[in-house]
Structures are given as structure tokens and as C-alpha cells.
């Protein structure tokens, strides 16, 4: 009966190694279901079970892990997410802020009314994404923000392998069919692989690692990290982001590394000169390995003429490049997106004031691209009202009701975030709400990571 108590107690335990050995155990079986289906199944229920039997706000590092894995364990990423939350909530009840809690509530709701005739999976990730936010409010003091954003990183690395490796395993299934997954689409610009991992689509894994970078920078600045883990960290997360080739993420990497040069020289003087010596050398040496991807990059910047891509030592030249192709989707360019969307939304007076469902079919299949353009397109000048009112109670309980502290270096997360969401349709889903958790995790002023490696209160118990 001990033993067996003892066993129940280590699987409760929220400390660093168990927590790990459970989240293996998870991938492990999500590994096995490249082959069996199944085990999909066992996987999702296996990580639900874990976070019932925790009862514990640490539970967010579960979700933050499994979040790179988002279109291949959807249904149960939501499901794990929507327990975690409940159980969370319910333990900090009474610290709730209840402006927030009101303006979250009646945006829902307004999105919920004008959007019943075409329910989708956007109100759901919307839902999600604000129980995060909620709970991070509540529990903020359970919650340590480096210890957060280094099992986001891992759940990044951990998607990333797999989906290096689905290209190499012969007969492996690619979710093409069942409910809990999306299929696995190659993504293709001159010549090269556009490097995706699990996330089905090369603007989600960028966004992703871009809230990773941004969340290295600002422990940097708060001096929270050692140098020998920041430098490898960030070259790895670089890379990844690098592979994706998109204009997107390099336009946000110029920004985000320009506020952190001018914030590390104000804060941290001559000592900082050491830092960008390493950090430099990495981003060289990163560029340099990636030498393919370096001039594709350049490419779509328009930085060298699109003449021509060295690969494997032969010059491909424009009319060779293999492009991804999808004639379901009509895509005229960033510009043309946001026009003719801008054009539906003021096509009739109810469309201005209410706009056509926060999940309404895209023009085109394509996304609005930009944050305010989806906001006014979806959900109309009254939809942009209550979106401007989250954001107030939201800052509003951080600053007056919570008494958070402002730190310069949390310029970077935000200005990462709104980078990304003026070009990229980011909102409503739930790497947004990431985006907003690690702002305010961010403004905890501790030292070191809190999970311990061994959780010796549960195990007394």
C-alpha cells in the first residue's frame, strides 16, 4: 500500500524530473501513433490524467510544452488545456479580477452571438487563450517565467525533431483524416524545404519561436540567465526560425534584436560588449551552416536579385524553383489581402458595426494577415471597442489591482507581439494569448527557477 501510495505521489509531483518523465512518456506514445493511431489517443488522455491527478497550477508548463504540437494533438491539447484551467481557477477564486473577468466575458459572448451559424475552431482557441491569460493573473506567483518559456523552447525542440524525422520514416502517417489532427503540408520556396515541424504551417512555428527569442532577450536583461545557456539557446531557436524563410520573422527579428541592443547598452554599460561578441558570432555561425537558407532569405528580402540559389553546387535559376501550390487559395500579397478585405468589411452598414463572425469564411482561404484588419473584418467597429477594453482591464489589473512592476525589457515581448500581429493572423489563437501569459509572467521579479528537483511536500504527503 505504500509503494503504491509513493507511486501515486510521483505521479503528482510537479517536480522538474517527474514532470519531464511524464512528458516523455506522452511524446513517446505521440511517436508510436506515427504508425499506430491509437496510441494518439493514449497520449492525449495519458496528458489529461497527468494534470487531474496534479491539481496544480504548474500544470501550464504541460500546455506551453505540448503548444508546438498543435495540429497533431488538437483535440486534446484543448481538452488538457480546458482542466487545467478549471482546476486552477477554482484554486484562486477569490484573488479573480473581476474587470477582467467581465470584459473578457462580454467580448466572448458578443463573438459567441454573431458567430453561432458558423461555429469553428477560432472561438475555441479565443476561450482558451483567455483562461491563460486569467490564470497567469491569478497564479502568477506559482508560476515562474523562466522556468515557463524553457518548456516552451523544449516543446519547440521536441516538434521540431519529430518533424525532421517524419520526413525520414518510411510509412509514417501523416493525420491526413482523423479529428484530432490536420495534415502535414510541404512547404516549398526556391528549391527549399520551408522547415514547419508539427505546426502545419511555417507562420505558426515562427511566431512561436519569436515569443522563445523575445523571452530569452528579456531574461537576458534581467540578468536572470547565464551566458552559456543563453547563447545555444537562442542560435537554436534562431535556426529554426531561420528555416521557415519567411519576411515575416526577419522584419520581427530586426525589430526585436534593435530594442534589446539599445536596452542591454543603457542597462548593462561595457558588460555588455561581451554579450554581443558571442551573440554575434552565433548568428554568424548559424547563417553560415545555413548558407542555403541565408541567401533564400536574403532572397525575399530583396536584398540579392532572385537569379539565383546555390544547392548542391549547382545554380538554380527563378523558373525552377519549386513554389507551393494550392489552387483552393487565392493569395494576392499582404497588401491586396488587407484591401479587399477592408473593402468587404465596409460593403454594408452592418458589416462595419458588427462585421461577420469571429469564424466566417476567409476571402480567398487566405487569412486577413493583420491583427486589426481580422478584429474589424470579423467582428466590426463594436468587436474592435471590446477588443480595446480587454487590452485596458487587462493592464488595468496588472498595474492598479496586482501592482505589478514595469520593466523597460518587456518593450521587447511587446513590440515582438506587435510585429507579428500587424502582418500575420496570430489572433485569436492561442500563441497571442502566450504572447500576453509571458508578458506578465515577465514581471515577477525572481532569480531562479522554482520547480525543484525533487517535490518532497507531495511526497510526505
Not at 466566417?360 to 463594436?382: A, C, D
Not at 523597460?408 to 507579428?420: D, G, Q, R, V
Amino acid at each position: 500500500m505504500e509503494k503504491l501510495k509513493t507511486a501515486f505521489n510521483h505521479i503528482r509531483s510537479t517536480a522538474l524530473l517527474n514532470m519531464a518523465i511524464k512528458c516523455g512518456v506522452v511524446v513517446l506514445f505521440f511517436i508510436i501513433s506515427l504508425w499506430w493511431l491509437p496510441a494518439a489517443y493514449i497520449s492525449g488522455v495519458l496528458l489529461a490524467l497527468f494534470i487531474l491527478a496534479e491539481f496544480d497550477v504548474r500544470s501550464i508548463y504541460y500546455i506551453l510544452f505540448f503548444h508546438a504540437f498543435e495540429n497533431v494533438m488538437l483535440v486534446f491539447y484543448f481538452t488538457a488545456f480546458g482542466l487545467f484551467a478549471v482546476i486552477s481557477l477554482t484554486k484562486s477564486f477569490r484573488k479573480t479580477p473581476l474587470l477582467f473577468v467581465i470584459t473578457s466575458a462580454v467580448f466572448v459572448l458578443y463573438c459567441l452571438a454573431f458567430t453561432i451559424p458558423r461555429f469553428g475552431y477560432m472561438l475555441p482557441m479565443f476561450f482558451a487563450g483567455i483562461l491563460l491569460v486569467l490564470v497567469c493573473l491569478t497564479s502568477n506567483k506559482e508560476i515562474n517565467f523562466k522556468a515557463a518559456l524553457y518548456w516552451f523552447i523544449a516543446g519547440i525542440l521536441g516538434a521540431s525533431i519529430i518533424g525532421l524525422l517524419i520526413n525520414f520514416i518510411p510509412g509514417a502517417i501523416l493525420f491526413t483524416y482523423l479529428p484530432f489532427g490536420r495534415e502535414l503540408w510541404e512547404h516549398r520556396s526556391f528549391g527549399l524545404q520551408r522547415f514547419a515541424a508539427l505546426s502545419n504551417n511555417t507562420n505558426h512555428l515562427h511566431a512561436m519561436t519569436s515569443a522563445a527569442l523575445a523571452g530569452l532577450l528579456v531574461l537576458d536583461l534581467q540578468k536572470k540567465i547565464r551566458l552559456r545557456e543563453f547563447i545555444p539557446l537562442f542560435a537554436i531557436m534562431f535556426a529554426i526560425s531561420f528555416a521557415t524563410i519567411a519576411r515575416t520573422f526577419m522584419i520581427t527579428f530586426a525589430v526585436m534584436m534593435t530594442a534589446y541592443l539599445v536596452l542591454k547598452i543603457i542597462r548593462h554599460k561595457r558588460q555588455s560588449l561581451k554579450t554581443f561578441a558571442f551573440l554575434g558570432l552565433a548568428l554568424i555561425v548559424v547563417c553560415g551552416a545555413m548558407y542555403h537558407y541565408t541567401l533564400a532569405n536574403m532572397m525575399r528580402l530583396n536584398i540579392i536579385p532572385e537569379r539565383q540559389i546555390i544547392q548542391n553546387n549547382r545554380p538554380l535559376r527563378q523558373e525552377t524553383f519549386e513554389i507551393e501550390y494550392r489552387p483552393d487559395i487565392d493569395d494576392p500579397g499582404r497588401g491586396g489581402i488587407w484591401r479587399r478585405n477592408l473593402r468587404d468589411w465596409s460593403s454594408s452598414a452592418y458589416t462595419v458595426f458588427f462585421g461577420r463572425g469571429i469564424d466566417s469564411p476567409n476571402i480567398g482561404n487566405v487569412t486577413q494577415h493583420n491583427t486589426l484588419v481580422f478584429i474589424l473584418v470579423k467582428t466590426g467597429l463594436v468587436g474592435l471597442i471590446l477588443f480595446i477594453a480587454f487590452f485596458f482591464s487587462l493592464f488595468y489589473t496588472m498595474y492598479k489591482v496586482k501592482k505589478f512592476k514595469f520593466d523597460t525589457s518587456l518593450l521587447i515581448i511587446f513590440l515582438t507581439l506587435a510585429c507579428l500581429a500587424m502582418t500575420e493572423s496570430i489572433y485569436p489563437r492561442v500563441m497571442f494569448f502566450i504572447f500576453i501569459a509571458f508578458f506578465i509572467l515577465s514581471t515577477e521579479q525572481k532569480e531562479e527557477i522554482e520547480i525543484e528537483t525533487t517535490d518532497t511536500k507531495n511526497i510526505e504527503q
